[in-house]
């Protein structure tokens, strides 16, 4: 418990601590982050766990740019600074420069400490460089292709060298860094990417000339040639490759129009390469052109039927339409989401609605990515297919993968057709699938997030999530009927909430009620809530189409271990589970638990609802709580518990290290192979416990249940601090009880003697003193029977906090200062400056003025000797109520500003907020109203108002005051 709060400084409550050895949060959050891809071969493009980032205003993404096009190089800063300002730059360039990589820095990694290099922008001698390979690069992938092109046509394989070449061009969407012109037309940087995909164009033009295939570099020649003109080398390939498809004319008038442009231009005649190639044109040495009038291209239409009724997901076909619309948009949507969620459907209409745009027809398959009645689909087996509809005949078809798809390619150049890939399993069952040419749109579904696709194919992600209430309330009304829907919406809502909004859910649960008219909506939602937490009632007519049998195919495609945790999952309390909670759980490395959950979050069995906490659908849970009776034994399942139990009590001792208010603290034995998270400071260990709270509390209860009494009160004890500086007092009273029972139930008299002073102190803090002398009481005759001196000095302290809560300040003075001789023989100058701070408010209280500073003097002094943040600010504030008795409002209000500053650096916004509506007040006092409702409003920000009392007077005073006339 801490101290400096009215109407009483606080002193220190029992603490607890580990000697476990740990590992450190910042190296959990780091591994938890999902691999990231650049792309700077188009417009700039950072992808981060399936989602493009947003990269920010011009002068920011300019400075990611040069760091892409550098591709791992240095990049100094003279270099950036001169990019962003043309003209001479101002004198804070360095600065604005040190901003924009810090603001990436965390844009890359969130959460990265302000002043933390972090993994991707490392400080370079006097620049930066990006950290960076081929597989997070485009530029890099393609500079490794273009090397395999040119040592295969080295080699004598030009096959080989022209599919590496067009695999490499493939990963251009357009000029490099597009967007940020005229930089991107003009630095050196840019210029020089550029330059290299002209000379991989070159290359694979020259692979295609020696395997006899021209036409299948005509369209990546033809960008080339469009971006630099006055190319020779480029414009004589053109030349070639429209000859080969039979475009003669069209060759001779690109000739006579570069003549003309190098003429105009730059006054030169074409050289000698340009007139060989328009030789060999006009004596046709080269591929003959295509003769009579060809057979009309099949147009195939094998899109599935639209549903009907389709409704909902209004913002995913919005946004689809505005990228479908959009010059130059993706010509990829990679749609993805948990099993049932409706990927195929959302799919099927998109393509619907968009293939009058694409006159030359539709292709459609299902890959059986996830398929539990046969293998998936090959990419050999789906482009024979394709082929065929593509009027290809069957002897006519390659048996070479790479042949297959390069015909395939050439069937869809300059052609309009929407494609949808459907049920994919991963990136590389479609690579060959995707079009080589713009033209064409392809839609793919995925249970799997396809990131590779973002940064290699340029895709745009649509994650498909729960539909509203609303859209579930609409899935339901044609099946059920506006009858059945509107005499009982309160079934409806329960029908829904049973099937945790789940597409495939509610389907089930619609054809069963549409084929069972006469049954009604409450008789329906009785039936699914007799066995909750079970996928009965879920199971549809064909067993295939039921929950488990679809959950089933996701879960057949993960590893053994990935498994295993899915199936340990519903082992886990509360809503959500962090990597380092999955690691505990399984009993697995850190580095594992991090592969294990980025496994199951891509096959979309958890989805990452926060940065860094994973939560699975309810109906998924069961499914894995069904999976877990049946493969793992009920001593496995406890083991697993007893692990979770443990890592999350280790680790609350470690944060709660972090919050101490004195050098004192029972030690608490480690258990063998636990391995906690160790934190950074205060702040780190204050975000570990608000997003662990919820985790920590069912912890102590099922403890408690469980007959681990040992367990649950020394998970309550570390939960301590986090309560007393957040402001939750209610749920410290709440959990603080469920821990004495168990200590009582245990019989273990230490562990009782800590709650009922742990208990004290959060009755203290609700104003509820009787309560808290009464548990004060206990402690003391507990502590003294235990011998435990130390506690009982602290225990006295404590007694006196609350006395000057009542207002017996004369009391206070008396049993402190009689306390502070055995308090200084314990060697702890915290507790001390938390004493002297308790001495220094009562005095205070007593228009002792000069008392007060002396107290608030030595309580300073002591506290900075021992770097006690929360001791500075408690000082703080007896300066302030000593000022405040001399009537200083001046110099009492800079105090407590001061104080309220200290406290948040401590991360204790709760007795912040205290200090804050102590500084209001004292301004309305003074007539200054403006200055108050601020300060008051700042103090509601920092607690949750309803746990305090000071809090609810806030919200109510502010009410009023805004409200009035």
Same mark, same amino acid.
């Given at each position: 418990?801490?101290?400096?709060?009215?109407?009483?400084?606080?002193?220190?409550?029992?603490?607890?601590?580990?000697?476990?050895?740990?590992?450190?949060?910042?190296?959990?959050?780091?591994?938890?982050? /999902?691999?990231?891809?650049?792309?700077?071969?188009?417009?700039?493009?950072?992808?981060?766990?399936?989602? /493009?980032?947003?990269?920010?205003?011009?002068?920011?993404?300019?400075?990611? @740019?040069?760091?892409?096009?550098?591709?791992?190089?240095?990049?100094?800063?003279?270099?950036?600074?001169?990019?962003?300002?043309?003209?001479?730059?101002?004198?804070?360039?360095?600065?604005?420069?040190?901003?924009?990589?810090?603001?990436?820095?965390?844009?890359?990694?969130?959460?990265?400490?302000?002043?933390?290099?972090?993994?991707?922008?490392?400080?370079?001698?006097?620049?930066?460089?990006?950290?960076?390979?081929?597989?997070?690069?485009?530029?890099?992938?393609?500079?490794?292709?273009?090397?395999?092109? &040119?040592?295969?046509?080295?080699?004598?394989?030009?096959?080989?060298?022209?599919?590496?070449?067009?695999?490499?061009?493939?990963?251009?969407?357009?000029?490099?860094?597009?967007?940020?012109?005229?930089?991107?037309?003009?630095?050196?940087?840019?210029?020089?990417?550029?330059?290299?995909?002209?000379?991989?164009?070159?290359?694979?033009?020259?692979?295609?000339?020696?395997?006899?295939?021209?036409?299948?570099?005509?369209?990546?020649?033809?960008?080339?040639?469009?971006?630099?003109?006055?190319?020779?080398?480029?414009?004589?390939?053109?030349?070639?490759?429209?000859?080969?498809? &039979?475009?003669?004319?069209?060759?001779?008038?690109?000739?006579?129009?570069?003549?003309?442009?190098?003429?105009?231009?730059?006054?030169?005649?074409?050289?000698?390469?340009?007139?060989?190639?328009?030789?060999?044109?006009?004596?046709?040495?080269?591929?003959?052109?295509?003769?009579?009038?060809?057979?009309?291209?099949?147009?195939?239409?094998?899109?599935?039927?639209?549903?009907?009724?389709?409704?909902?997901?209004?913002?995913?076909?919005?946004?689809?339409?505005?990228?479908?619309?959009?010059?130059?948009?993706?010509?990829?949507?990679?749609?993805?989401?948990?099993?049932?969620?409706?990927?195929?459907?959302?799919?099927?209409?998109?393509?619907?609605?968009?293939?009058?745009?694409?006159?030359?027809?539709?292709?459609?398959?299902?890959?059986?990515?996830?398929?539990?009645?046969?293998?998936?689909?090959?990419?050999?087996?789906?482009?024979?297919?394709?082929?065929?509809?593509?009027?290809?005949?069957?002897?006519?078809?390659?048996?070479?993968?790479?042949?297959?798809?390069?015909?395939?390619?050439?069937?869809?150049?300059?052609?309009?057709?929407?494609?949808?890939?459907?049920?994919?399993?991963?990136?590389?069952?479609?690579?060959?699938?995707?079009?080589?040419?713009?033209?064409?749109?392809?839609?793919?579904?995925?249970?799997?997030?396809?990131?590779?696709?973002?940064?290699?194919?340029?895709?745009?992600?649509?994650?498909?999530?729960?539909?509203?209430?609303?859209?579930?309330?609409?899935?339901?009304?044609?099946?059920?009927?506006?009858?059945?829907?509107?005499?009982?919406?309160?079934?409806?809502?329960?029908?829904?909430?049973?099937?945790?909004?789940?597409?495939? +859910?509610?389907?089930?649960?619609?054809?069963?009620?549409?084929?069972?008219?006469?049954?009604?909506?409450?008789?329906?939602?009785? *039936?699914?809530?007799?066995?909750? &937490?079970?996928?009965? &009632?879920?199971?549809?007519?064909?067993?295939?189409?039921?929950?488990?049998?679809?959950?089933?195919?996701?879960?057949?495609?993960?590893?053994?271990?990935?498994?295993?945790?899915?199936?340990?999952?519903?082992?886990?309390?509360?809503?959500?589970?962090?990597?380092?909670?999955?690691?505990?759980?399984?009993?697995?490395?850190?580095?594992?638990?991090?592969?294990?959950?980025?496994?199951?979050?891509?096959?979309?069995?958890?989805?990452?609802?926060?940065?860094?906490?994973?939560?699975?659908?309810?109906?998924?849970?069961?499914?894995?709580?069904?999976?877990?009776?049946?493969?793992?034994?009920?001593?496995?399942?406890?083991?697993?518990?007893?692990?979770?139990?443990?890592?999350?009590?280790?680790?609350?001792?470690? +944060?709660?290290?972090?919050?101490?208010?004195?050098?004192?603290?029972?030690?608490?034995?480690?258990?063998?192979?636990?391995?906690?998270?160790?934190?950074?400071?205060?702040?780190?260990?204050?975000?570990?416990?608000?997003?662990?709270?919820? =985790?920590?509390?069912?912890?102590?209860?099922?403890?408690?249940?469980?007959?681990?009494?040992?367990?649950?009160?020394?998970?309550?004890?570390?939960?301590?601090?986090?309560?007393?500086?957040?402001?939750?007092?209610?749920?410290?009273?709440?959990?603080? *009880?469920?821990?004495?029972?168990?200590?009582?139930?245990?019989?273990?008299?230490?562990?009782?003697?800590?709650?009922?002073?742990?208990?004290?102190?959060?009755?203290?803090?609700?104003?509820?003193?009787?309560?808290?002398?009464?548990?004060?009481?206990?402690?003391?005759?507990?502590?003294?029977?235990?011998?435990?001196?130390?506690?009982?000095?602290?225990?006295?302290?404590?007694?006196?906090?609350?006395?000057?809560?009542?207002?017996?300040?004369?009391?206070? =003075?008396?049993?402190?200062?009689?306390?502070?001789?055995?308090?200084?023989?314990?060697?702890?100058?915290?507790?001390?400056?938390?004493?002297?701070?308790?001495?220094?408010?009562?005095?205070?209280?007593?228009?002792?003025?000069?008392?007060?500073?002396?107290?608030?003097?030595?309580?300073?002094?002591?506290?900075?000797?021992?770097?006690?943040?929360?001791?500075?600010?408690? @000082?703080?504030?007896?300066?302030?109520?000593?000022?405040?008795?001399?009537?200083?409002?001046?110099?009492?209000?800079?105090?407590?500003?001061?104080?309220?500053?200290?406290?948040?650096?401590?991360?204790?916004?709760?007795?912040?907020?205290?200090?804050?509506?102590?500084?209001?007040?004292?301004?309305?006092?003074?007539?200054?109203?403006?200055?108050?409702?601020?300060?008051?409003?700042?103090?509601?920000?920092?607690?949750?108002?309803?746990?305090?009392?000071?809090?609810?007077?806030?919200?109510?005073?502010?009410?009023?005051?805004?409200?009035?006339?």
């Amino acid at each position: 418990m801490s101290t400096g709060r009215p109407p009483g400084t606080p002193g220190p409550w029992p603490q607890a601590s580990t000697l476990i050895s740990p590992v450190t949060v910042s190296g959990v959050r780091a591994e938890a982050d /999902e691999a990231i891809g650049f792309s700077v071969l188009g417009s700039i493009r950072v992808v981060r766990a399936g989602a /493009e980032l947003h990269l920010g205003a011009r002068q920011q993404r300019l400075v990611l @740019a040069l760091l892409l096009a550098r591709a791992g190089s240095p990049v100094s800063l003279t270099e950036l600074v001169d990019l962003l300002w043309d003209d001479e730059a101002p004198a804070s360039a360095a600065n604005v420069v040190h901003r924009h990589v810090g603001a990436l820095r965390r844009l890359l990694e969130p959460g990265l400490p302000t002043r933390s290099t972090g993994r991707y922008l490392p400080r370079e001698l006097s620049g930066y460089r990006l950290h960076a390979d081929e597989d997070s690069l485009d530029l890099l992938k393609f500079r490794s292709l273009s090397r395999l092109a &040119g040592r295969s046509l080295r080699d004598g394989d030009p096959e080989s060298a022209l599919r590496h070449s067009l695999d490499g061009l493939r990963l251009w969407r357009g000029r490099c860094a597009a967007g940020l012109e005229p930089a991107s037309r003009l630095h050196p940087a840019f210029l020089a990417v550029e330059a290299e995909r002209a000379q991989a164009v070159r290359e694979a033009a020259d692979a295609a000339e020696r395997c006899g295939r021209m036409s299948a570099v005509l369209v990546p020649l033809r960008q080339a040639a469009e971006l630099h003109p006055l190319d020779e080398s480029l414009q004589s390939r053109l030349l070639l490759a429209l000859a080969a498809d &039979g475009r003669q004319a069209e060759a001779v008038e690109t000739y006579r129009v570069v003549r003309r442009r190098l003429a105009d231009e730059l006054g030169i005649d074409p050289g000698e390469e340009l007139r060989e190639a328009y030789d060999r044109l006009l004596h046709q040495r080269t591929p003959a052109a295509r003769t009579g009038s060809p057979a009309p291209l099949p147009r195939p239409a094998q899109l599935p039927p639209d549903l009907p009724f389709f409704t909902g997901r209004g913002d995913l076909v919005a946004e689809a339409r505005a990228l479908v619309a959009r010059p130059g948009g993706p010509t990829v949507l990679a749609i993805d989401g948990m099993p049932g969620i409706g990927k195929t459907t959302l799919a099927v209409h998109l393509a619907h609605e968009f293939a009058a745009a694409y006159p030359d027809g539709q292709l459609y398959v299902d890959l059986r990515g996830y398929d539990g009645r046969e293998p998936a689909m090959s990419p050999a087996e789906a482009l024979r297919g394709f082929l065929g509809s593509l009027g290809v005949p069957q002897d006519g078809i390659p048996a070479e993968l790479h042949a297959q798809a390069g015909l395939y390619r050439s069937s869809l150049a300059g052609r309009r057709l929407l494609i949808v890939l459907d049920n994919c399993r991963d990136a590389e069952q479609i690579r060959h699938l995707l079009p080589g040419s713009p033209g064409c749109l392809v839609i793919v579904t995925s249970r799997g997030r396809l990131s590779t696709l973002l940064t290699t194919a340029g895709a745009h992600p649509l994650p498909v999530g729960l539909p509203s209430i609303d859209e579930a309330r609409a899935a339901l009304l044609r099946p059920l009927g506006d009858g059945r829907v509107a005499t009982d919406p309160a079934a409806v809502d329960a029908i829904i909430a049973r099937c945790g909004r789940l597409p495939l +859910a509610l389907a089930v649960v619609a054809a069963r009620a549409a084929g069972l008219p006469r049954t009604s909506p409450a008789q329906i939602a009785a *039936e699914l809530a007799e066995a909750p &937490g079970s996928l009965d &009632g879920f199971d549809g007519d064909d067993p295939q189409t039921g929950l488990r049998a679809v959950f089933s195919w996701s879960y057949q495609a993960l590893s053994a271990p990935a498994a295993r945790l899915f199936r340990l999952l519903p082992i886990h309390p509360g809503p959500d589970i962090s990597v380092a909670g999955a690691a505990g759980l399984a009993g697995v490395a850190l580095r594992t638990g991090r592969t294990l959950v980025g496994e199951l979050s891509r096959a979309h069995l958890i989805s990452e609802d926060r940065p860094g906490r994973y939560r699975t659908h309810d109906l998924l849970l069961a499914y894995a709580a069904e999976l877990g009776e049946e493969h793992d034994s009920p001593a496995e399942r406890a083991a697993a518990e007893l692990r979770c139990l443990r890592f999350y009590r280790a680790t609350s001792f470690q +944060a709660h290290l972090r919050l101490l208010t004195s050098e004192y603290h029972p030690m608490i034995e480690p258990v063998p192979g636990e391995a906690p998270l160790r934190f950074a400071d205060q702040g780190e260990a204050m975000r570990w416990f608000a997003a662990e709270r919820p =985790v920590l509390t069912a912890l102590v209860g099922r403890a408690a249940r469980q007959g681990r009494h040992t367990e649950a009160w020394q998970l309550a004890l570390g939960m301590q601090q986090f309560f007393d500086r957040s402001g939750r007092w209610v749920e410290w009273t709440t959990t603080g *009880e469920v821990a004495l029972d168990a200590a009582r139930a245990g019989g273990d008299l230490v562990g009782q003697a800590r709650m009922h002073r742990s208990l004290a102190g959060a009755a203290y803090f609700r104003h509820e003193h009787e309560a808290a002398l009464g548990h004060l009481d206990r402690a003391v005759e507990l502590l003294t029977r235990l011998g435990l001196l130390g506690e009982l000095i602290r225990a006295n302290i404590n007694r006196a906090m609350i006395l000057g809560a009542q207002g017996r300040h004369e009391d206070v =003075v008396r049993a402190v200062s009689a306390a502070l001789g055995p308090a200084r023989t314990v060697g702890d100058d915290k507790l001390l400056a938390d004493a002297l701070a308790v001495l220094g408010v009562s005095n205070a209280e007593l228009g002792r003025a000069e008392e007060a500073v002396r107290c608030a003097e030595q309580a300073m002094a002591l506290s900075r000797g021992a770097q006690y943040r929360l001791g500075i600010a408690e @000082a703080w504030e007896v300066f302030g109520r000593a000022h405040s008795a001399r009537r200083e409002l001046g110099m009492a209000v800079d105090c407590w500003r001061e104080a309220a500053a200290a406290y948040q650096e401590a991360s204790a916004p709760a007795p912040a907020a205290e200090v804050l509506a102590l500084l209001g007040d004292a301004l309305a006092t003074a007539g200054e109203q403006d200055a108050a409702l601020r300060a008051w409003r700042e103090a509601l920000a920092l607690i949750p108002y309803a746990q305090t009392r000071t809090g609810r007077r806030l919200a109510d005073l502010l009410a009023t005051v805004t409200s009035g006339p």
